[in-house]
């Protein structure tokens, strides 16, 4: 079972850029799809993004594209989440999840079967 460890969140103004890192303990971190997810309070988790085992498939919300970036690093079993100019509405807590089931970067969080204990990110006006 993989064991996933984010980090990177924090306390921001609007327009400032953060980097979340998505740390996995397993060494078949490379068969995992890997999915970025948020919640804010109130509302249900949604997807961010998601990136297949090799990086050459991805996957944005779209509202997001334009500003989040994934990505991921195998050979340090971390994936990335590049988010700039970020805006209040973005205040969530963050999530990574692993989706051990190869193939396809799915966009629905029961797919997925591993997760982070989450960071929070907070953008102030």
């Known amino acids: 079972q993989v064991q996933l460890v984010e980090s990177g969140g924090g306390l921001v103004v609007t327009g400032d850029s953060l980097r979340l890192s998505c740390v996995a303990s397993?060494?078949?971190?490379?068969?995992?799809?890997i999915g970025w997810f948020r919640q804010a309070p109130g509302k249900e988790r949604e997807i961010v993004a998601a990136?297949?085992?090799?990086?050459?498939?991805?996957y944005y919300e779209r509202s997001l594209k334009d500003r989040f970036t994934i990505s991921r690093d195998n050979a340090k079993n971390t994936v990335y989440l590049q988010m700039r100019n970020l805006k209040p509405e973005d205040t969530a807590v963050y999530y990574c999840?692993?989706?051990?089931?190869?193939?396809?970067?799915?966009?629905?969080?029961?797919?997925?079967?591993?997760w982070g204990q989450g960071t929070q990110v907070t953008v102030s006006s």
């Open positions: 990136i297949s085992e090799s990086g050459g498939v991805i």
């Open positions: 999840a692993a989706d051990r089931d190869p193939g396809a970067v799915r966009r629905t969080s029961d797919a997925y079967d591993y």
């Open positions: 397993d060494r078949t971190f490379n068969t995992y799809v």
